[in-house]
């Protein structure tokens, strides 16, 4: 079990009780997306969450009454747990935003000492919304496919995922925004090769589709 599976352990089961809040679903589905292991954990505890109001206690040979106090323990434990896993999410958030800060850095000085501009890319306009704009560029690069995404008019403090879909049907997070009252201009990375990106679009909390484009087809 990796350190990511550990930390959602308390998270999956108020997933399957209906308790998660907005930040933390949205959290929760990214690490489903690339695990495997934790989406069949989800389905059985699911399964088990949706049978619980079917049990007959009257076939009980005796009718045991838990601890005045089990509540209390569940509820600490459960309290517990999840301020472990923010705190560690808040450490990795802390650590990312160093490493971005410190790769923008290193961009800016190989643009000053380097002469010339990047590529142009593949652009792309979002048919959107009456009130949003939005546009991106994509380019080819190590880890992936980069997105120079700008958005303007998405509800100011609701969370947003944008995401680039391969030609497998997979679809790959390229990271998580918050509309804001001004426009945005983002860099994110998904770790799917610009030639294989067969589509690009961006989800609210509720994982409906606010943007969407498919990707021209490359030149041959």
């Known amino acids: ?80 747990e999840r301020s472990v896993v923010r705190t560690r999410r808040r450490r990795r958030i802390a650590w990312a ?43 080819a690069t190590g880890a992936g496919t980069e997105v120079d995404f700008h958005v303007a008019g998405l509800t100011v403090d609701h969370y947003y995922w944008l995401w680039v879909t391969g030609d497998d049907g997979e679809r790959i997070a390229a990271g998580t925004f918050q509309g804001t009252a001004r426009p945005a201009n983002m860099v994110m990375t998904a770790a799917v090769p610009l030639h294989d990106a067969q589509r690009i679009w961006v989800t609210d909390a509720h994982n409906r589709v606010v943007l969407d484009r498919t990707l021209p087809a490359p030149a041959a």
Request: some cysteine; charged content about 20%; hydrophobic content about 50%.
């Open 97 to 139: 935003t160093a490493a971005a800060v410190a790769a923008v850095a290193a961009i800016v000085a190989l643009v000053v000492l380097v002469p010339g501009s990047p590529s142009p890319g593949t652009r792309v306009e979002f048919a959107a919304p009456a009130g949003v704009e939005a546009h991106a560029t994509l380019r």
């Open 1 to 80: 079990m990796s350190d990511g599976c550990r930390e959602m352990r308390a998270t999956l089961g108020a997933a399957a009780l209906g308790g998660l809040e907005p930040a933390e679903e949205i959290a929760l589905r990214a690490h489903l997306d690339g695990c495997a292991n934790c989406r069949e954990t989800l389905r059985e505890l699911s399964s088990v969450a949706r049978a619980l109001p079917l049990a007959d206690a009257s076939r009980l040979s005796s009718s045991p009454m838990p601890s005045p106090a089990l509540g209390e323990h569940v509820f600490d434990r459960v309290a517990r």
